[in-house]
């Protein structure tokens, strides 16, 4: 600790024909090295788009980079075989003792010569252990290639910061794209109020107007003859069709709910940290807790005589944001549920329940479509094996995501459906 240690030597490798393939493939692919010291992962400085002056990371450091060298127009594989550790510090001025807060890396490309090689001592011709600097006097990169040979080296250096043991995750955790989620959200909020203001005033006027004009109708003769939503008042909370599936569905989607917002709310306080690797999974299977309750009453009685359905056949540190896109989420799947609900029930039609819970979570099969669409898009895999690992993880999540949002559908409904009928008078 705060000793250091200038141009190592860590091996030295001949590159044969699968060796130098590999190398190129996993260059054309982007792959990144990550490293771990006291926890904290291996970051690259990066400069932020809006020229703040505040550090911000790149976790891990790149295999390699393809380019053009000495005005040869074939562009070539350069391998990054030199790094140069920085590990910031903070002291602790009663002790003496130093805690590690930052672990950073500048990769670099070089092409090592030295005069013989000494396995036990390596004395390379550019790299000096005594000035603690490379000496490139041509700067030539190390190029991937057949029948190349690659000496790989490292630096260590020690640096005193003033960021604290209990901060140091703050730099590692700061994004610079955060104005891209801000519109995002802001873009999303707009469409929610304006949907909801759209809902609240078509369904409040129809409700208001269908609730006064069915009371009314109590002290006419005209009761008898009931149209729309009230003539279901004994069919609506009738058992559906495989009743005990809907019930694992939307306990288990309950569970998912209450896992998803008890962590998330958690993450977005602070209380679970990244350094506590793992701790964000065991809090979520901690919190996927049932409990009992007493059983809902309905609002009306259900018939004994089942009435005939005569239209049967004719038919975006980012968990402050995460909360904020599932509030919207949350909104919008219980508003499209509840007019479709509402149409549909205006149509003499009571099977609301599987249909409640189908609406809201069709929107797992846009996540899952947009998946589709991502992977051949943006992530340029080329392995077999990773996009089986990617569609197959995609799958699990977005059925998890199916049971969610169909939770929160079904129960918006089921919510609007007692509001309603407690809202008219049955005799």
Same mark, same amino acid.
Request: glycine fraction near 6%.
């Given at each position: 600790?705060?000793?250091?240690?200038?141009?190592?030597?860590?091996?030295?490798?001949? !590159?044969?024909?699968?060796?130098?393939?590999?190398?190129?493939?996993?260059?054309?692919?982007?792959?990144?090295?990550?490293?771990?010291?006291?926890? !904290?992962?291996?970051?690259?400085?990066?400069?932020?788009?809006?020229?703040?002056? #505040?550090?911000?990371?790149?976790? +891990?450091?790149?295999? +390699?980079?393809?380019?053009?060298?000495?005005?040869?127009?074939?562009? %070539?594989?350069?391998?990054?075989?030199?790094?140069?550790?920085?590990?910031?510090?903070?002291?602790?001025?009663?002790?003496?003792?130093?805690?590690?807060?930052?672990?950073?890396?500048?990769?670099?490309?070089?092409?090592?010569? @030295?005069?013989?090689?000494?396995?036990?001592?390596?004395?390379?011709?550019?790299?000096? &252990?005594?000035? %603690? *600097?490379?000496?490139?006097?041509?700067?030539?990169? &190390?190029?991937?290639?057949?029948? %190349?040979?690659?000496?790989?080296?490292?630096?260590?250096?020690?640096?005193?910061?003033?960021?604290?043991?209990?901060?140091?995750?703050?730099?590692?955790?700061?994004?610079?794209?955060? &104005?891209?989620?801000?519109?995002?959200?802001?873009?999303? #909020?707009?469409?929610?109020?304006?949907?909801? /203001?759209?809902?609240?005033?078509?369904?409040?006027?129809?409700?208001?107007?269908?609730?006064?004009?069915? *009371?009314?109708?109590?002290?006419?003769?005209?009761?008898?003859?009931?149209?729309?939503? %009230?003539?279901?008042?004994?069919?609506?909370?009738?058992?559906?069709? *495989?009743?005990? !599936?809907?019930?694992? @569905?939307?306990?288990?989607?309950?569970?998912?709910? +209450?896992?998803?917002?008890?962590?998330?709310?958690?993450?977005?306080?602070?209380?679970?940290?990244?350094? *506590?690797? /793992?701790?964000?999974?065991?809090?979520?299977?901690?919190?996927?807790?049932?409990?009992?309750?007493?059983?809902?009453?309905?609002?009306?009685?259900?018939?004994?005589?089942?009435?005939?359905?005569?239209?049967?056949?004719?038919? @975006?540190?980012? =968990?402050?944001?995460?909360?904020?896109?599932?509030?919207?989420?949350?909104?919008?799947?219980?508003?499209?549920?509840?007019?479709?609900?509402?149409?549909?029930?205006?149509?003499?039609?009571?099977?609301?329940?599987?249909?409640?819970?189908?609406?809201? /979570?069709?929107?797992?099969?846009?996540? =899952?479509?947009?998946?589709?669409?991502?992977?051949?898009?943006? #992530?340029?895999?080329?392995?077999?094996?990773?996009?089986?690992?990617?569609?197959?993880?995609?799958?699990?999540?977005? @059925?998890?995501?199916?049971?969610?949002? /169909?939770?929160?559908?079904?129960?918006?409904?089921?919510?609007?459906?007692?509001?309603?009928?407690?809202?008219?008078?049955?005799?």
């Amino acid at each position: 600790m705060r000793e250091e240690q200038p141009c190592k030597v860590a091996c030295r490798a001949n !590159l044969d024909p699968e060796s130098a393939k590999n190398f190129k493939e996993k260059i054309d692919d982007e792959y990144r090295v990550n490293m771990i010291l006291d926890n !904290l992962p291996v970051a690259v400085l990066r400069q932020r788009r809006d020229g703040n002056q #505040l550090t911000t990371y790149d976790h +891990g450091f790149r295999v +390699g980079f393809k380019g053009n060298y000495a005005r040869i127009k074939e562009e %070539k594989y350069f391998i990054n075989n030199h790094l140069s550790f920085r590990v910031m510090y903070h002291k602790d001025s009663e002790t003496d003792s130093a805690r590690i807060v930052g672990f950073e890396v500048t990769p670099s490309s070089i092409n090592h010569e @030295y005069k013989e090689w000494d396995e036990k001592n390596p004395q390379l011709t550019t790299c000096n &252990q005594n000035t %603690k *600097n490379i000496i490139q006097g041509s700067a030539v990169p &190390q190029e991937v290639d057949t029948n %190349k040979e690659v000496v790989f080296t490292y630096d260590v250096s020690f640096k005193e910061s003033d960021v604290k043991w209990a901060s140091r995750w703050d730099t590692y955790l700061l994004m610079n794209d955060d &104005q891209i989620h801000w519109f995002s959200i802001i873009n999303s #909020l707009m469409i929610v109020l304006f949907l909801s /203001g759209m809902v609240a005033m078509i369904m409040m006027r129809t409700l208001y107007r269908d609730i006064a004009n069915y *009371n009314q109708l109590e002290t006419q003769d005209e009761a008898q003859e009931e149209t729309g939503w %009230k003539l279901l008042h004994g069919d609506v909370f009738r058992a559906p069709i *495989n009743s005990g !599936l809907l019930c694992v @569905y939307v306990g288990t989607g309950v569970q998912i709910f +209450g896992m998803t917002l008890v962590t998330m709310k958690f993450a977005v306080l602070g209380f679970l940290s990244p350094s *506590n690797r /793992g701790g964000l999974m065991t809090a979520m299977v901690l919190f996927y807790l049932g409990f009992k309750k007493a059983a809902i009453e309905d609002p009306v009685k259900t018939n004994q005589d089942t009435k005939v359905d005569t239209r049967a056949g004719m038919f @975006y540190y980012i =968990f402050g944001f995460l909360f904020i896109v599932f509030v919207i989420l949350l909104i919008t799947c219980a508003e499209i549920t509840i007019v479709l609900c509402y149409f549909q029930l205006c149509s003499e039609d009571y099977h609301w329940w599987w249909r409640a819970y189908l609406i809201a /979570g069709s929107s797992a099969l846009y996540l =899952f479509l947009y998946s589709i669409f991502y992977f051949f898009t943006k #992530l340029e895999i080329t392995k077999l094996v990773s996009g089986i690992l990617y569609f197959g993880y995609m799958l699990i999540g977005s @059925y998890a995501f199916f049971v969610l949002t /169909g939770t929160i559908g079904f129960y918006a409904c089921f919510w609007f459906v007692r509001k309603i009928y407690y809202s008219v008078k049955i005799d």
